[in-house]
């Protein structure tokens, strides 16, 4: 399968650093080439101090690995070591001197790039303690670590646990529950079949067409959410969110900004439980509501249609709009 040329707008740096891990490195720098066994259904382990990873699956077994890198120091910085035993493939990159990539806190200037053909139906388990990572076209488990880069992932299908202390993160086309969360980037996911947990504490949240449950949350931006196909639980302490149920999905949710306005778009045939409030605005609905006790300019009760699942809304500066899809 073609790469995906999708990207985000705020990955165009990181699309530099990627594409130096699928080519020879300049004159000055190093080449390695790696052949070694790795059956379908398989499991890839890799563990490194440091350096980008550029995963793809295929057709075929074993895996082909490019290792480059811009300095012809290589071999004298990092010790590599390979072990293949009965379905497993583990990779350990160690820099010369140090006890783990927890310990090692040096530039990643001369760090390796690791460029990985690999059978599509491989379990992942990839670390590396300074660099990015991309995963394309896969099926199965995936486990991803990184301590400093972004994290792509397109065309997986497995459940997805993945982790950067300072990067972006997008997912395209992942079929299976995932655990995303970031320190110090945005997430972008789109067209997620199934659950997915989504947390940073200094970035944008975007989802498009998850089917499952959505639990997210951001410290520090803005949450986007169309297509949400099941129960939606979102929140943010610096921006405004914008939510948007799938037709038919009346599982209702719990939306909450501390610092701006809240959208949600409810499909008007199902029913819903509505409890919306707002410390600094007004709540307004174009969706018929029988209301439920006093209402006041800035919080409404009362119910959709036949009533249905709750839907709580809460801001404490901006208005809260309820919608018609």
């Keep these: 399968m073609a790469r995906q040329s999708w990207r985000m707008g705020w990955a165009a740096a990181a699309t530099v650093a990627f594409c130096a891990a699928g080519v020879a490195a300049r004159a000055e720098g190093v080449r390695i080439v790696e052949d070694r066994k790795l059956e379908p259904g398989g499991t890839l382990i890799l563990d490194a101090d440091a ?62 790039n690791f460029d990985i053909e690999i059978p599509s139906r491989t379990v992942l388990d990839i670390k590396t303690g300074g660099g990015h990572i991309e995963v394309d076209d896969i099926k199965g488990n995936t486990k991803l670590r990184t301590s400093g880069g972004h994290i792509q992932v397109s065309d997986l299908d497995g459940v997805l646990n993945a982790e950067t202390s300072g990067g972006h993160i997008a997912l395209k086309n992942v079929v299976g529950d995932s655990s ?6 945005h997430i972008e996911a789109t067209a997620v079949k199934g659950k997915l947990h989504a947390e940073t504490s200094g970035g944008h949240i975007s989802m498009k067409d998850v089917s499952g449950d959505i639990d997210c949350s951001t410290s520090g931006g803005h949450i986007s959410i169309s297509g949400a196909g099941g129960r939606v639980k979102a929140e943010t302490s610096g921006g405004h969110v914008e939510v948007a149920f799938a037709r038919g999905n009346g599982k209702g949710g719990e939306i909450d900004s501390s610092g701006g306005g809240v959208t949600v778009s409810v499909d008007p045939s199902l029913g819903f439980e509505v409890d919306a409030e707002t410390g600094g605005g007004t709540v307004n609905s174009d969706v018929p ?30 208005s809260i709009n309820i919608e018609k899809l």
């Design 180 to 185: 995303v969360e970031t320190s110090g980037g």
């Design 289 to 318: 509501i029988t209301i439920e006790g006093r209402q006041s300019r800035s919080s409404l009760r009362g119910t959709i249609g036949k009533g249905g699942e709750a839907l709580h809304i809460r801001t404490s500066a901006g």
């Design 51 to 112: 350096g980008s990873v550029s995963l793809k699956g295929g057709s075929g077994a074993g895996a082909h690995i490019v290792i480059t890198a811009d300095y012809d120091d290589l071999n004298e910085k990092f010790d590599f070591k390979y072990e293949e035993t009965a379905g497993t493939l583990r990779i350990t990159v160690r820099k010369k001197g140090s006890d783990g990539w927890f310990h090692w806190s040096g530039s990643s200037t001369h760090a390796p």
